[in-house]
């Protein structure tokens, strides 16, 4: 007959061989996540150029960039689940604890890489679509404010363990950075600069020649970046608490990679939701005589951006009606300035 104890486990939960299954399947779901919805918004932002006819512009080439940053984060994480994420560390070998510190030490730098893409497409779309100088010269500013935070986390991240290795291997003599300050070092500047994407747009878009309800639409697009800002700051927390907990990383790291997946999914999706809206008319009108009637407005599209580009060009009557179709349309909007003294136009 088995004594009592014979049919206990015989391993701590979280261990190598048997981790926590409830914090791996949270990591899990947010991988399944973070791929679907990131990957699902930049083939939608795709199809949208297809419907209206359109030629892929910049942002959406950085945002193409970014979706490849955030494969290269999510499939880091699928590693950290093979070596010992959900684990006590104490319970890890140390083989497998060199590929996960690894990983922890490159990650820093896909992360930031994968942020910078999104708000590049973002400031590169607001260049398109308001072509005045005010908003000119702010995404130029925010542009090199952007590029300076990324060489700061890359410096920073490079130098946070001298030498390098000690990151991973403790027995190698050497010094390493507050971990802390580190993590506002990124995230305070990244999240600053979020709060500077909500707001820039705000003030050409409440002045432009279209009803208030097209205004208040056309700013809840864009203001769906501000859940961005909120897993910006959730990220944080969690950050700061892992340093609180102590050095047992493995099993504690799983909320910072959480809310690393999401943030970085919400903010591709976020940046690609103004360039959907023709997707939005297709339950109206069959498929393929959208693609069809495309042609038109590419052609259109193709005027607006000409007369964009040129300094010292003047919309006509019938083109002001046209880039008025276009605005409802697609989003592609002309000069600013252009226009900015028309009264506004109620929505058809």
């Given at each position: ?37 990131s990957?699902l ?14 030629r ?27 070596n ?115 707001i ?32 910006d ?32 999914a ?9 360039n ?30 000409v ?42």
């Amino acid at each position: 007959m088995s004594s009592p104890d014979s049919s206990s486990p015989t391993w701590t939960p979280g261990d190598f061989e048997h981790p926590n299954q409830e914090l791996r399947r949270s990591m899990i779901i947010a991988l399944v996540f973070a791929y679907t919805l990131s990957t699902l918004s930049v083939a939608l932002r795709i199809l949208a150029r297809k419907v209206t006819g359109s030629r892929l512009f910049m942002d959406d080439y950085l945002i193409m960039v970014a979706l490849f940053f955030k494969y290269a984060c999510s499939s880091g994480v699928v590693v950290l689940l093979f070596n010992g994420m959900g684990s006590h560390i104490t319970m890890i070998p140390a083989k497998n604890l060199v590929v996960y510190f690894q990983l922890g030490f490159a990650n820093a730098f896909i992360y930031t890489g994968c942020i910078a893409f999104i708000k590049y497409s973002i400031l590169a779309l607001y260049r398109r679509l308001f072509a005045v100088r005010h908003m000119t010269i702010a995404v130029n500013i925010m542009f090199g404010f952007v590029t300076l935070w990324v060489v700061g986390v890359y410096v920073a991240g490079a130098l946070l363990c001298i030498p390098v290795k000690r990151f991973w291997d403790q027995s190698v003599e050497g010094a390493c950075l507050d971990p802390a300050k580190f993590y506002y070092g990124i995230q305070i500047p990244n999240i600053l600069s979020d709060i500077i994407l909500l707001i820039m747009p705000m003030r050409v878009v409440w002045t432009l020649p279209i009803s208030n309800g097209q205004k208040a639409l056309l700013s809840g697009v864009f203001l769906v970046g501000g859940l961005t800002l909120i897993f910006d700051i959730f990220r944080l927390n969690a950050m700061i608490r892992l340093v609180e907990l102590g050095p047992d990383i493995t099993y504690n790291q799983v909320p910072v990679i959480v809310w690393t997946c999401i943030e970085a999914a919400v903010g591709i999706t976020a940046a690609c939701l103004p360039n959907l809206r023709p997707l939005f008319k297709l339950s109206h009108r069959n498929f393929w005589s959208q693609i069809r009637a495309s042609n038109n407005v590419s052609e259109l599209s193709d005027r607006t951006l000409v007369v964009s580009s040129n300094p010292g060009g003047t919309i006509t009557s019938n083109h002001k009606q046209s880039v008025s179709y276009a605005v409802r349309q697609t989003f592609e909007m002309p000069r600013y300035e252009d226009y900015k003294d028309e009264k506004p136009r109620e929505s058809v």
